[in-house]
């Protein structure tokens, strides 16, 4: 396994159904804000009932959430330094859609975001979160949230050239036929891909707005990789866009 040195892990701010929180800054996992009870509370009680993430039908109490998924931290941290084998640069956030049942396994997880760019460390991110135990939901159901996190290249490793959505706009319309057979319906998909010298696509990886549309990533990654994009040049680029 490759060296963790330089690497730099910061968990995206946690939100769930009701919340307003999502899309914020990325934050120190040690620099999470505590909860403060609000005007008239006087014990920990109320702070507790503050800190929840809301889901569909039940709750689970952000801390708890917290706690479980730090601990996968090294695991997933792995995930990337295997996929730095093919794509040195590898690095990115994922942000995991996660619905948990009511004993606490999860019932399924798919990346509602990610920058990653390489289908096999997705699979094996999701892989791990897909295997998490979280506490019990309380409030008669099963609990919908998201949860995220993102990882820095390595200290020493030049990072892709970064492109705008607009500058493969040309080529994804071109090519977008060889999707059709993916019958992808009315789902929406945001795909990252690092393009080569001479405009190969050497990796790629997807997000989707919901569990059905999650379910035709591979076949959406499989046909972007066979595209030909603008050549960045003598080094490679990094380039996000929706479908």
Do not use: N
């Amino acid at each position: 396994m490759r060296e963790a040195l330089g690497r730099v892990v910061r968990l995206l701010l946690l939100c769930g159904f009701g919340l307003a929180a999502c899309g914020g800054k990325p934050v120190q996992p040690a620099a999470a804000p505590a909860a403060q009870p609000s005007a008239g509370d006087d014990d920990g009680a109320a702070a507790e009932r503050h800190m929840q993430v809301e889901g569909t039908l039940g709750t689970i109490p952000t801390r708890r959430i917290e706690e479980t998924m730090q601990a996968k931290l090294p695991a997933l941290q792995r995930c990337f330094y295997e996929g730095t084998g093919e794509v040195e640069f590898l690095a990115g956030h994922m942000k995991f859609y996660f619905r948990v049942g009511l004993d606490g396994r999860v019932e399924y997880v798919h990346p509602r975001g990610s920058s990653i760019g390489h289908r096999a460390t997705e699979l094996c991110l999701l892989e791990i979160a897909r295997k998490a135990r979280f506490p019990k939901p309380q409030g008669g159901g099963a609990a919908e949230f998201v949860w995220g996190f993102e990882i820095e290249s390595p200290d020493g490793v030049r990072a892709p050239v970064v492109w705008d959505e607009a500058r493969v706009g040309g080529s994804v319309r071109e090519q977008r036929a060889t999707l059709d057979h993916c019958a992808l319906g009315s789902g929406h998909y945001i795909v990252t891909s690092y393009v080569a010298p001479g405009g190969t696509v050497l990796s790629a990886g997807a997000a989707a707005d919901s569990q059905e549309a999650a379910d035709k990533i591979d076949c959406v990654v499989a046909a972007v990789k066979s595209w030909h994009m603008p050549d960045p040049g003598s080094y490679p680029a990094k380039v996000s866009f929706g479908l």
